[in-house]
């Protein structure tokens, strides 16, 4: 199986593999997870000083996917974008082997970007929207959503009514400044 997804820059970023066979968890094997830069063909590794660098030739460096202790079969490792070198539009190449009871693959590539809000961020965003204070405005016909400190905006909608045409009263829609 093979997928594209974007990640943010400066983030650790979990990889998970679920090893079956017939449907069933396969336990107790050690998963390596080869990384690979498409745009120099180099895969990355760490240095004898423990920095982390891109190299293009001496083998292919592999880690090690520790299994889950609470999810049999479920193998797993934090790539920490940090400090690797990566640039926005990088992508990498996450390719998971084992040769425990069958030749095993998984890749997972992966485009990484400036900040992505993270799904925890952006519930968090939702929360001030729907707990904090919000004010229409019928003088400039805006409805705006307010920060934690209830001054600072975070949202601004111009407002209008059926025809289209800007209100503080009968709105029927709102659209985003």
Request: some cysteine; overall charge negative; charged content about 25%.
């Amino acid at each position: 199986m093979s997928q594209t997804i974007v990640r943010s820059l400066g983030k650790v970023h979990p990889l998970e593999v679920a090893v079956k066979n017939a449907g069933v968890p396969v336990s107790g094997l050690t998963p390596q997870l080869e990384i690979r830069r498409m745009v120099d063909n180099t895969y990355f590794d760490f240095g004898a000083s423990g920095l982390p660098y891109f190299v293009s030739s001496g083998g292919t460096p592999l880690f090690t996917m520790p299994e889950s202790l609470v999810i049999p079969g479920l193998y797993r490792y934090e790539f920490n974008s940090t400090g690797k070198g990566l640039v926005t539009g990088d992508e990498l190449t996450f390719l998971a082997k084992n040769t425990g009871i069958k030749p095993f693959y998984e890749t997972e590539h992966v485009v990484f970007e400036d900040d992505i809000p993270t799904i925890l961020e952006r519930a968090l965003f939702m929360c001030k929207v729907e707990r904090n204070r919000w004010k229409l405005d019928r003088v400039t016909n805006t409805m705006t959503f307010y920060d934690d400190d209830q001054v600072t905006p975070l949202l601004v909608f111009d407002m209008k009514d059926f025809d289209g045409n800007p209100t503080g009263m009968n709105i029927f829609e709102r659209l985003p400044q």
